[in-house]
């Protein structure tokens, strides 16, 4: 399903023009128009779904694959040496459009780029206790 006033829908059917290195039946992959390093792109669903939680099973189980495929194509095609997934869901997580996507972001040695988190130290107990909640 296509929501009207979704860019990345628009973009996914085709009517905004992108930059694609990749489409199928269910996705497009387009060249991230702020790129953190050369050949950083995107995948989009066609079918909408705001984030992860509301992105269909069957979809979803076909992200990766695609991902595959072109990280396959970017380190054939631009010799990178690394390839970051970032996948945000929810403004907090640094979703700034509100359609389900994953950031493919190709790494070269010196590029100048940390994507990363700050590691927390918690104790076995706490981890016990995340597990539980989690689990129960």
């Not at 099973?57 to 631009?78: G, R, S």
Request: proline fraction near 5%; include cysteine.
């Amino acid at each position: 399903m296509k929501k009207d006033d979704c860019i990345f829908c628009k973009i996914a059917g085709g009517e905004i023009p992108s930059k694609t290195i990749y489409e199928d039946e269910l996705f497009r992959v387009i060249l991230d128009l702020g790129p953190a390093t050369k050949g950083h792109a995107l995948i989009i669903p066609k079918e909408h779904a705001d984030n992860l939680f509301e992105l269909p099973t069957e979809i979803a189980a076909k992200v990766l694959p695609t991902a595959q495929k072109v990280a396959v194509m970017m380190k054939d095609k631009l010799h990178c040496d690394g390839l970051n997934l970032v996948q945000n869901n929810g403004e907090i997580a640094g979703q700034t459009v509100m359609h389900f996507h994953m950031h493919m972001i190709p790494r070269y040695e010196s590029d100048g780029q940390e994507i990363g988190w700050i590691a927390g130290k918690p104790s076995q107990e706490e981890l016990e206790a995340i597990k539980e909640q989690i689990t129960d």
